[in-house]
């Protein structure tokens, strides 16, 4: 069973927005952190944005002041909100959970975002 599940990827023209969001299962328990990578093609994974147990937020220098990370517990989901997307911005949206528990490290398997000029 996932134990996180990535939704809301898709095809946007430049200057366009999207919401990702991401279920988190009730398995993964004692979160310090959820994340958000991405990875676009012929490059390393790279962190985006991520939202602490403390609700606070922080972004990578590439999306600060366009994307919005935001938790929502009654849900159980965390979003990332996209806006004014770039080409550059194409790429497998990842959700990245990080727990003070065994295994510690969660991933999901992704949701591809494309950008069109």
């Known amino acids: 069973q996932a134990q996180l599940v990535e939704s809301g990827g898709g095809h946007v023209q430049a200057g366009g927005s999207l919401r990702l969001s991401c279920a988190i299962s009730?398995?993964?328990?004692?979160?310090?952190?959820m994340y958000w990578y991405r990875q676009i093609s012929g490059k390393d994974r790279e962190y985006v944005a991520a939202?602490?147990?403390?609700?606070?937020?922080d972004y990578s220098e590439a999306v600060k002041g366009r994307f919005t990370i935001a938790r929502d517990y009654a849900k159980s989901t965390v979003d990332l909100k996209m806006d004014n997307l770039k080409p550059d911005d194409t790429g497998v949206y990842y959700c990245?959970?990080?727990?003070?528990?065994?295994?510690?490290?969660?991933w999901g398997q992704g949701t591809q975002v494309t950008v069109s000029s």
């Open positions: 990245n959970a990080e727990s003070r528990r065994a295994p510690y490290v969660y």
């Open positions: 009730p398995s993964i328990v004692d979160i310090r952190a």
């Open positions: 939202f602490t147990f403390r609700n606070t937020t």
